[in-house]
Structures are given as structure tokens and as C-alpha cells.
């Protein structure tokens, strides 16, 4: 099969739009994240799939994603005093806060812009159908405000 330069000039302009596209549709309205500029640091596991599926995930959303590799993330748990019963997978760190586990960004948006009094905000374990877990999703998502005293309460439902 012979193609002619034509053909390739138009599969190279092709790909330059689907590239442009792709990087127009990547940034998003973060203003929410104002206090941050929207640049958040995600702490996981150098092989955890599913963390880098929700590093995409931030990053699809419009995020400056900063991935930090850990085979350790017990200094980074204890560091922000998460409780054991909030931990997940990976931690991540906007502005003041820290946000545990695969919260969705709709939770993270809220935090940003009440700017309550609370060290953080968790989602524990790695539930079905959450930002990066494969899976259907089986009811809502609570998310868990984590309060400087170590104390949780309800902060959403999604």
C-alpha cells in the first residue's frame, strides 16, 4: 500500500489538533483552589495503579498534579495526623489540607472554598467506583472531615 505526502501531512495536522485538543480540555476553572493555585502533591506507592489513575484524575480536572513517589507513606500519614481509620492508599496535600484516599473533586472543591477549621478531608479505604478505582459505584461517597484534634465527623455526601 503507497500513500502519498498529502496523506501524511493531513495524519500529522490531524494529530496536532487531537494533541491541542486534548491539552485545551485538561485545564479547568480551579478558582475554588485559590489558596493553592490549583497545584496539589500526591503522595502514594512507586507501583500503585490505582493512585496513578487518580494523580490522571486531579490532573484532568485542571490541578498542577505533583506525584511524589514513597515506598513509606507512614511519615506522611503520621506527619498530617491522619487517623488509621481514615487512611487510604495515597495522601494528598492542597494548600493547608491534606485530602486521604480517592475523594472526588466535587469534596475537594467544597473544602477550598468554605476554608473550614480542619486539618483535612478522607475518604477511607479504596471504595468501587470512586476517582481511580475501578468498579461500579455502591451508594454515596462519605467523606470525613478530619478535625486538628484527630476527631472526624460527616463532611459530604456525593
Known amino acids: 500500500m503507497k500513500f502519498n505526502n498529502k ?17 485545551q480540555a485538561k485545564k479547568t476553572d480551579v478558582s475554588t483552589v485559590s489558596n493553592s493555585n490549583g497545584q496539589v502533591t500526591i503522595f502514594k506507592s512507586p507501583g500503585c495503579g490505582c493512585c496513578n489513575v487518580y494523580s490522571q484524575y486531579m490532573g484532568r480536572k485542571g490541578f498542577d498534579v505533583k506525584v511524589v513517589d514513597t515506598d513509606n507513606l ?11 481509620s481514615m487512611q487510604s492508599c495515597h495522601t494528598t496535600v492542597i494548600g493547608n489540607y491534606f485530602v486521604e484516599g480517592h475523594v472526588p473533586v466535587e469534596a475537594i ?12 478531608i478522607a475518604m477511607p479505604g479504596m471504595p468501587s467506583g470512586s476517582p481511580g478505582m475501578t468498579g ?17 465527623s460527616e463532611f459530604m455526601r456525593i
Open 136 to 152: 461500579a459505584k455502591k451508594g454515596a461517597f462519605v467523606v470525613y472531615a478530619v478535625h486538628k484534634d484527630g476527631s472526624t
Open 74 to 84: 507512614s511519615p506522611v500519614k503520621s506527619q498530617y495526623n491522619i487517623p488509621s
Open 109 to 120: 472543591e467544597k473544602l477550598m472554598e468554605e476554608k473550614p477549621d480542619i486539618a483535612g
Open 7 to 23: 496523506f501524511y501531512i493531513a495524519l500529522l495536522i490531524l494529530g496536532l489538533i487531537i494533541v491541542a485538543g486534548c491539552s
